[in-house]
């Protein structure tokens, strides 16, 4: 069983940074999609980047393109969002996920993956 624990959420004001943890038990990240999501209140969840295991390509959603990164670090088994110029609208409760390649599609195989609690981004105007 795939476990994940998010850290590194917090409060910053607009146009700040922040950088998201996923410590993930043992499993090897080349052979699966690893991605994180966030929902906001009153808002549906939707895919913020989705890393394909096929060709280790990263997409992004539109609205964090050039802000947002996600990188890995194998030897410690963790996956990072990092989080620059954030706005408002970044705000919510930020999940990261880890799913077997299914071809759905990169986001789809991460909604039936294993999620961590999530952690919240709160930015301040």
């Known amino acids: 069983e795939v476990r994940l624990v998010e850290s590194g959420g917090g409060l910053v004001q607009t146009g700040g940074s922040l950088r998201l943890s996923c410590a993930a038990s043992a499993f090897n990240f080349d052979e699966w999609i690893i991605g994180w999501f966030r929902q906001a209140p009153g808002k549906e969840r939707e895919g913020v980047s989705c890393?394909?295991?096929?060709?280790?390509?990263?997409h992004y959603e539109d609205s964090v393109k050039g802000r947002f990164t996600m990188s890995t670090d194998n030897a410690k088994n963790t996956v990072y969002l990092q989080m620059t110029s954030l706005k408002p609208e970044d705000t919510a409760v930020y999940y990261c996920?880890?799913?077997?390649?299914?071809?759905?599609?990169?986001?789809?195989?991460?909604?039936?993956?294993?999620w961590g609690q999530g952690t919240q981004v709160t930015v301040s105007s």
């Open positions: 996920a880890a799913g077997l390649p299914s071809g759905y599609g990169c986001y789809r195989d991460l909604l039936s993956g294993s």
């Open positions: 890393r394909s295991s096929s060709d280790g390509n990263t």
